[in-house]
């Protein structure tokens, strides 16, 4: 397995949440890039971007490509709730202890560097009806331990106003190293 995948939501057919003239797709890709360059300086090749351009991956071939190949995966993505959510929300499996820790570290870069609040829905991952994740790239990726990453909401402006691409994509990468490294220390 290889250390780490970075996807970057949506693509191609399906722009994600679509608000006030910013497409999700495009956002999640330019942030999970420059964190994918940012973590390539430490990690090598043992670190790959999943979508690198404006083109669809259904939930299957996105899943194959991350599926037991990487340790860990941190898909990228932006949220929208009508225009009445706010800040930032890292969502582990329900099944992932690791995942929790690392979504946690996560999320408190982001709302650091950003000055946005933690929003606590689905913090310790969310369920669904059959007793398993709700979000298939939990269901579907196998033993690689992932995490997704809402890193404010999109159909806000306020939160809009706080998002810097590059302490957004800081926060990501410094975020994952930290936890690497107190995965070394114990
Ligand atoms: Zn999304």
Do not use: W
């Amino acid at each position: 397995m290889k250390l780490l995948a970075i996807d970057a939501g949506h693509g191609g057919k399906d722009p994600g949440a679509v608000s006030n003239g910013y497409l999700e797709k495009e956002l999640n890709l330019i942030i999970a890039r420059r964190a994918y360059n940012i973590l390539k300086e430490k990690y090598k090749n043992q670190i790959d971007l999943i979508r690198d351009g404006d083109y669809s991956l259904n939930h299957k071939l996105r899943t194959k490509k991350i599926k037991n190949k990487y340790k860990y995966c941190l898909s990228i993505h932006l949220n929208a709730y009508n225009g009445k959510g706010t800040g930032v929300l890292t969502i582990p499996s329900i099944f992932s202890q690791r995942g929790k820790i690392l979504a946690k570290i996560i999320a408190d870069e982001i709302s650091n560097g950003l000055g946005l609040k933690i929003n606590t829905y689905y913090q310790n991952g969310r369920k669904g009806k059959t007793g398993l994740d709700y979000y298939y790239m939990h269901r579907l990726t196998g033993k690689t331990t992932t995490i997704i990453v809402e890193v404010c909401f999109l159909d806000n402006l306020e939160d809009m106003k706080k998002l810097n691409i590059e302490s957004a994509s800081r926060a990501i990468a410094y975020g994952f190293e930290k936890f690497m490294l107190e995965r070394i220390k114990g």
